[in-house]
Nanobody, 123 residues
Framework: VQLQASGGGLVQAGDSLTLSCAAS????????IGWFRQAPGKEREFVAA???????KYTDPVKGRFTISRDNAKNTVYLQMNSLKPEDTAVYYC??????????????????WGQGTLVTVSS
């Protein structure tokens, strides 16, 4: 499956932004689709995941602010980001995996990656 991430941009603190991860060559329903991010000078970290069965998982810093969702008709997974903070500034990547749900937060288990999309949040 090929993944195409988009939707990044420059916003101010408190603003909202929606990232899209469009899949081709395979159905998103067959994979857990996750979002990861890498801030300048830091390692890539898990943000959120949408499981093939509809489960969702979030890292603590984004709980209550970010929402991951899936549109089967568009074969796309979205990451709605509200109340953005400067510390959310990063390159965001989407990834697909079939690993067991308990291990989806580990980037080493990602099978396919989309290219990154840059989110910059100014204070």
């Amino acid at each position: 499956v090929q993944l195409q991430a988009s939707g990044g941009g420059l916003v101010q603190a408190g603003d909202s932004l929606t990232l899209s991860c469009a899949a081709s060559g395979g159905s998103v329903r067959r994979y857990t689709i996750g979002w990861f991010r890498q801030a300048p000078g830091k390692e890539r970290e898990f943000v959120a995941a949408f499981g093939w069965s509809g489960n969702t998982k979030y890292t603590d810093p984004v709980k209550g602010r970010f929402t991951i969702s899936r549109d089967n008709a568009k074969n796309t997974v979205y990451l709605q980001m509200n109340s953005l903070k400067p510390e959310d500034t990063a390159v965001y990547y989407c990834a697909a995996t079939t690993v067991v749900w308990g291990r989806v937060t580990e980037e080493k288990n990602a099978m396919y990656w989309g290219q990154g999309t840059l989110v910059t949040v100014s204070s």
